[in-house]
């Protein structure tokens, strides 16, 4: 659960482009600003994005366990394979320096030799009813709206216009 401009939200969200639904995991950045604010949004929004996708990307490299799907990990299990990834990357930066950044993606796409030995096993799947209510709740247009007005007053009220 989080907090942005007076609202409570219970999930997190993506940072995308155009081509996914306006759901509330998924904020887009505007198309085609018209107003200041939006304008601030897709610049605070594009580089937050651009961020994150590379830090993905690095870690994707050298870790088939993030390339695999995440949907049968608990949420603990997901934090503590990234946490685990991104402190094992850290080590190794300061360990080699820059030169342990420099590796090839052997072009291996196939993620499941880490995923099937390393595949969840605690928990028990969700009822069927529960599955079907977070799927609805997943796909509210009206929470997509309201969570992209409140971060966008929030960014606003945070850093203002954009300075040329």
Known sequence: MFQVNNSYYQKGYYLTDDIYPNWPMFVKSPTHPTDEKSKRFKVMQEAARKDIERAFDVLQSRWAIIKGPARLWS???????????????????????????????????????????????????????????????????????????????????????IKH
């Not at 529960?130 to 992209?148: G, I, N």
Request: charged residues 30%; aromatic residues 10%; hydrophobic residues 40%.
């Open 75 to 161: 949420k603990a299990e997901l934090s503590d394979i990234m946490f685990t990834c991104i402190i094992l990357h850290n080590m190794i930066v300061q360990d080699e320096g820059e030169h342990g950044t420099e590796w090839a993606d052997e072009g291996n796409d196939d993620a499941s030799s880490s995923y099937a030995a390393a595949r969840p096993r605690t928990g028990a799947p969700l009822e069927f009813r529960q599955y079907v209510a977070r799927q609805a709740s997943m796909r509210d247009a009206e929470m997509h709206a309201r969570l992209t007005l409140d971060l966008k007053e929030y960014i606003w009220s945070r850093f203002g216009p």
